[in-house]
């Protein structure tokens, strides 16, 4: 599991991590069931609080992304397909949000976002067509 902690940025540590471990999870790289480090391994790997490592793994497992067995460890909990749709719905309508502010920034019509948003899907397309 790999985590970087960047000081230079508003979000807190516990919050870097949380999201960091939750794009791994929703990503593949970390697999269901998987054993994440234990609390006080993964503070000192990072130089930081226990007490922030345990927030963030308590936010993970609120939101259903791992769960604790006492004694043993915490691990990745099973894909909830329909968490994980609402996780990537958030992210898309974040994005499109940002973009739309971009466009009209730059006098873009919707016409114009939708024919940019076709080329990339026919880019994204014949790319997938040809890697098979």
């Not at 226990?50 to 004694?71: C, P, S, W």
Request: hydrophobic content about 40%; charged content about 25%.
């Amino acid at each position: 599991m790999q985590l970087m902690i960047r000081n230079n940025t508003a979000a807190p540590i516990y919050q870097q991590i949380y999201q960091q471990i939750k794009e791994q999870i929703i990503n593949g790289t970390l697999e269901e069931d998987t054993m994440l480090p234990s609390i006080r391994s993964l503070a000192k790997e990072l130089r930081i609080s226990i007490i922030t490592t345990k927030r963030a793994y308590e936010e993970l497992e609120r939101d259903g992304f791992v769960y604790t067995i006492a004694g043993k460890g915490v691990f990745v909990a099973r894909k909830n397909t329909e968490v994980l749709r609402e996780e990537w719905l958030r992210q898309i309508e974040s994005h499109m949000e940002a973009i739309a502010t971009l466009a009209k920034g730059c006098g873009l019509s919707k016409a114009d976002l939708q024919e940019m948003l076709n080329m990339i899907y026919e880019e994204d397309a014949s790319c997938n067509m040809l890697s098979k």
